[in-house]
């Protein structure tokens, strides 16, 4: 995992959660990671298609809304 466990967990306690287990904040950080792991390989080939090899904002942007199906 790449995503620090220590974030997520203050994440979840931000949202209301008195105790997090481990596990829990294993769960999210995985989901997490594997988000941004397919939204990083869309961008990347949006930005490849436009004949750039820098991932912009809108190509962040573009990936997102495929991925959430808007």
Known sequence: MEIPRA???R???KE???RVSKEAVDALAEYL???AKRTAKLAIN???H???KTVQYEDIKLAQ???EGK
Do not use: L
């Open 7 to 9: 974030p997520i967990e």
């Open 11 to 13: 994440i979840i306690r």
């Open 16 to 18: 209301g959660a008195e």
């Open 33 to 35: 990671e594997d988000v």
């Open 46 to 48: 949006v930005s490849r």
């Open 50 to 52: 436009t004949g750039r």
């Open 65 to 67: 809304r495929e991925i």
